[in-house]
């Protein structure tokens, strides 16, 4: 293996960066001070959390209090190597799905005289670039730190290798991972013929959304509780080789050397098999490509279609048909769809008892108009801000094409617009199943979702358009980030505005009891349409202001 | 038949720099209807940037741009309608399959149903993508998504055609094809500008040549007309072009790299 060519290959995946950062690469010189920024910072803070650890450790001067804060800092340690083993895989597999759509970006340079070993190797260290390694950098130095006041050094000896292994052996897992489901996904095209598309999407949908329930659940409150039973749930399943290195170190707290080096030379012997077996798989299906998808056979027969029969131009209903095949066929905007069901799902899941907590019975009214109310509102914001820039590098043809702004703002806010409700649709029909409200609740959120969708909608349109970002490789951007952020905070704002005279009457019908004036529903209601009616015509008009500047500066 | 006298596209002054580079130095270019006419120049010479300024995707910081009597500044739109636009390695929309896509191309014309069928399905046939128009453009190997993009280019029967590289990928059946479709609609009074680093196609193919070199205008003319101003009587395009563009050294350069 020729240690300089892995890292030349490293480096040339921390550069693919500027691509995502937007920056223009002629005369480009990448400032290093930038560059370690982030691992600077992690260390930073790593230190400084050790220190407050430590000297709020030292100032205790109960002993009772110390030797229960000093068993949980043992805990936590021990739970360490498994945690970010947990963490170091969602991390690198979601860094996996954004890139899954450009082949381009994980297609070796073959041609090279670059070997399987070395290619894997990179590929496998360049994944935890980035926040995976900033955070073990970030929990390294804090254990280091409070380790000296805690006075378990050579125990923070044994775990910060652990981490750094723990995080190797999840990129190394995604590695395999990534490689498999090219494989798989070929297979299932090959097997499926003309239904691939849909198995394709209904498939991603079960994953991402499993993958997401998992992530928010590990993330949220469940967390807490993981790292309490890790330690627990490692003895539990001490056959699994993805716990050996936290096994090793229980066992080096216990004092039993002989289990430390049994399962430490274990852990090393896992690793190695892995990353074998990543270097076979990445050498017999590296370069594979999927079989085309053949979605239609036979004869043409060119079809009118529902859009011109509801007065759309043939442009503007081409358009809307070419997006709701790019929604459901490119597996990095399948996500849109993700979202708004992961929000439903989750609140209903804590509802319903299945993360493990306790079934709420009390906030029903509540759950039922975050279900009716954040889906559809998240879908119109999300596919605002990326309809435009969902274009990416094919945008040529739009510029190309005969299309007016008013045309292009009229097909993307309608098939916004479309999208939305129907997720309204199908979560109010949920949410009435579930939480069963009152006629009077019910309208009201379903008129107040319909609201924030057709104002939401045009406000993150016109965002959409002004910050739309067309860069693919490494993985598709389709907004600038810093548009997405304030489009976002202006319709928290909105959305606040047009719920506002309708707050009084649902913090009433919750069961809260709050000093403001009580504005009738039928009153409220009328209010509340009357200001979302103006915030959505002076959005819409913008956008089309925005979209005739679009079109004009067409520079590609 | 539109009269070949009659301009299908005027420039007139036209530049265009981005930052400190200049694209476009100052043109002028008059194309008579019906003509073929080739944009020739090395990479980076401002022949892709004058073909978008033509069709409006680039807007020129002086200068007038006519296309087909339409002035571009004020209605890109009504010029977009007539043309027939191929970039030079364009990205597709690899999510459609290549049939959905000139379906698609055939709705944003406002191509009636029984016009489209027809035209796709020549098209389809004559440049042998039967059989595999149902797939996923993602499949495509590099010459059939040239082919792909320049039946969307061709279908919808636009009055100009502005070509970049067009006969890129192509097998040789296919580009003699093309080549004798852009003759026979040039006899029905269709222009082409065409942009191409193949000169042996330039010189077979076009009415007029031009040359640019870093964004200026080097040469106009039809091939007895370069040969005079490059002062190379009976030499082919190639003589004439290296001439011109100040690189005959190539055979300096060969030894150079083989030292």
């Known amino acids: ?556 | 038949m539109a009269s070949l006298s009659e301009s299908a596209v005027k420039l007139k002054g036209v530049a265009k720099r981005y930052s400190d580079i200049v694209a476009v130095d100052y043109i002028d270019l008059d194309v008579k209807r019906g003509e073929i006419f080739g944009l020739l120049g090395p990479n980076g010479s401002g022949k892709s940037t004058t073909l978008k300024i033509i069709l409006g995707l680039v807007k020129p910081d002086s200068g007038s741009v006519n296309v087909l009597g339409i002035n571009v500044e004020e209605d890109p739109v009504a010029v977009k309608r007539q043309v027939g636009y191929v970039p030079e390695s364009p990205r597709l929309y690899e999510f459609l399959t290549g049939i959905e896509y000139l379906d698609f191309v055939g709705d944003v014309y406002g191509m009636n149903a029984a016009e489209k069928k027809e035209r796709i399905n020549e098209y389809l046939e004559a440049l042998e993508l039967e059989g595999r128009e149902g797939d996923m453009i993602s499949g495509y190997s590099q010459g059939m998504k040239q082919k792909t993009i320049l039946i969307s280019g061709f279908i919808h029967k636009p009055k100009l055609l502005l070509l970049d590289e067009p006969l890129s990928s192509l097998d040789p059946r296919s580009a003699r094809i093309i080549k004798d479709l852009l003759h026979e609609l040039a006899s029905q009074g269709v222009t082409t500008i065409m942009s191409t680093h193949v000169l042996e196609i330039a010189q077979a193919m076009c009415n007029h040549i031009a040359i640019m070199y870093e964004g200026r205008l080097l040469a106009l003319g039809n091939m007895e007309e370069l040969r005079q101003k490059a002062r190379l009587p009976g030499s082919d395009l190639e003589d004439i072009f290296l001439k011109l563009t100040g690189t005959e050294d190539v055979k300096d350069v060969v030894e150079a790299l083989l030292k």
């Open chain 1, 1 to 556: 293996m020729n240690w300089k060519t892995v890292l030349r290959l490293i480096s040339v995946d921390v550069k693919s960066g500027r691509l995502v950062r937007g920056r223009k690469v002629r005369r480009y010189r990448e400032r290093r001070f930038f560059q370690y920024l982030l691992y600077g910072g992690a260390c930073a803070l790593g230190v400084a959390v050790g220190l407050l650890v430590g000297i709020f450790y030292g100032g205790i001067p109960d002993l009772e209090t110390k030797i229960i804060l000093y068993d949980g800092a043992i805990l936590l340690f021990l739970s360490l190597p498994t945690l970010v083993l947990i963490y170091s895989l969602i991390f690198t597999l979601m860094s996996q799905i954004q890139r899954g759509g450009m082949k381009s970006s994980i297609q070796p340079p073959y041609w090279m005289p670059i070997t399987w070993e070395e290619h894997t190797l990179a590929s496998t260290l360049a994944n935890l670039l980035g926040f995976s390694l900033a955070s073990i950098i970030s929990i390294g130095s804090a254990i280091a730190v409070a380790s000296v006041f805690l006075k378990i050094v050579p125990l923070a000896i044994f775990v910060i290798p652990s981490l750094l292994a723990s995080a190797f052996l999840a990129s190394t897992t995604t590695e395999i991972f990534r490689v498999l489901q090219i494989r798989l996904i070929g297979a299932v095209y090959k097997s499926s013929g003309k239904a691939a598309v849909w198995v394709r999407f209904i498939g991603s949908l079960i994953f991402f959304v499993a993958f997401y329930i998992v992530w928010f659940a590990f993330t949220s409150g469940a967390s807490v509780a993981a790292i309490g039973t890790v330690v627990g749930a490692q003895n539990a399943v001490w056959f699994v080789p993805y716990v050996w290195l936290g096994m090793a170190l229980a066992a080096f707290t216990e004092g039993l050397l002989a289990h430390t080096i049994i399962f430490s030379l274990a852990s090393l012997l896992f690793i190695l098999i892995l990353f074998y077996v990543a270097v076979r798989l990445n050498g017999k299906f590296g370069l594979y490509e999927p079989p085309a998808i053949t979605i239609s056979r036979g004869a043409y027969v060119p079809k009118t279609g529902l859009l011109r029969k509801l007065g759309f131009s043939s442009l503007e209903a081409a358009v809307m048909k070419k997006d709701f095949r790019a929604f459901t066929r490119r597996r990095e905007l399948m996500y849109i769809f993700i979202m708004p069901l992961v929000f439903m799902l989750m609140p209903l899941m804590q509802y319903l008892g299945a993360l493990g907590q306790s079934p709420s019975t009390e906030a029903s009214p509540f759950l039922f108009a975050w279900i009716l109310l954040m889906p559809g509102a998240l879908m119109a914001v999300m596919l605002g801000n990326m309809i435009v820039g969902q274009e990416g590098g094919s945008v040529w043809y739009l510029y190309s094409s005969p299309i007016t702004a008013n045309g292009l703002v009229k097909c993307k806010y309608t098939f916004i617009i479309i999208f939305s409700c129907i997720v309204t649709i199908a979560c109010s029909i949920v949410g009435i199943l579930v939480a069963h409200p009152s006629l009077n609740f019910a309208v009201a959120s379903f008129v107040e979702s319909l609201l924030l969708i057709f104002a939401l909608g045009a406000v993150s349109l016109g965002a959409g358009i002004i910050g739309a970002d067309f860069v693919e490789i490494p993985r598709p951007k389709m907004i600038r980030p810093l548009t997405a952020l304030v489009n976002v905070i202006v319709c928290f704002v909105l959305a606040l505005v047009i719920l506002a005279p309708l707050i009084p009457y649902a913090v009433t019908t919750i069961g809260i009891p709050l000093p403001l004036p009580m504005v009738d529903l039928y009153v409220a209601l009328p209010i509340s349409v009357i200001i979302a009616i103006i915030i959505t015509y002076i959005f819409y008009k913008k956008a089309i202001k925005d979209a005739k500047e679009f079109l004009a500066k067409a520079e590609v």
